[in-house]
């Protein structure tokens, strides 16, 4: 296949470009057919060939198009956000807006006649003598607060010591004599366990134990992903030799040729330092 994108991530070269043919050109970009990309997403080749036309017909529904529109951009490392963004306005952005009209209010200029402002102000100046009249002033808060009384008899300074200097002495001598035995019991750090680097173009896909994709996307030539800690963990790649991996902190032998397919590579420490 020829390339037929240059740089994928130029925006200034298909911001006019239908959504579909950046995906479609960005693919071929990177050697990739509909049915590896059909593999790495679950997502049937004839509903990635109808995105790519532009046939949004073909596919379930707009809700599942714009999440096909990102999961597929995530993939081919284009920014999701933006893609959905684009695909909207391509989709639904040539609809009129409603055009909403409000009724306007009459005779705003207005002011009340005289005989209503008297009337309000009369009735405020009831409700105030009233609420005076029921209420009244408040009284003082301080007035019942209670006076404290003192007994002259009772010296405050009998209180007995409470030992502040025999504590702080204590706890001194403890942490003198365990401050070197904690310092022994400080783990130095170590290097990550498993280390993917790429040296080229490299489609990746990794589950943990349970099975559950962690990472699924192409690795472009000098990245570098650093496996989790933890059990199980295992690799599907379409490049097998366009990588390397270092475990604890060593190189290992190749996994095997160039733009060979390996799959559910175990990314044990152990089953990658014993394979031949």
Sequence with gaps: MTNQAADPQDWNDYNDLAVGEILRRTRLHYGQTLEQVEFALRIRASQLHALEQGDVSQLPGRVYAIGFVRTYSEYLGLDADRMVHLFKNQSVGNKTKADLSFPTITNDSQMPSAPYVLGGLGGCLLLIFIGLSLFGQP?????????????????????????????????????????????????????????????????????????????????????????????????????????????????????????????????SPQDLLSTP
């Design 139 to 267: 009284k003082n808060a301080v007035d019942d607060i209670p006076m404290l009384s003192v007994d002259p008899d009772v010296s405050i300074t009998e209180a007995p010591p409470i030992g502040i200097e025999q504590t702080v002495q204590d706890t001194v001598v403890i942490t003198e004599d365990m401050s070197e035995q904690a310092s022994l019991l400080v783990p130095e750090p170590q290097a990550a366990a498993v280390v993917i680097q790429t040296m080229a173009n490299s489609w990746v896909e990794i589950r943990d134990g349970d099975g559950k994709v962690i990472l699924s996307q192409i690795l472009k030539k000098g990245d570098e992903y650093t496996v989790p800690d933890g059990k199980g963990y295992t690799m599907t790649t379409g490049n097998a030799g366009g990588m390397k991996l270092i475990v604890n902190g060593e190189e290992i032998p190749p996994l095997g040729r160039p733009a060979q397919v390996r799959r559910n590579i175990s990314l």
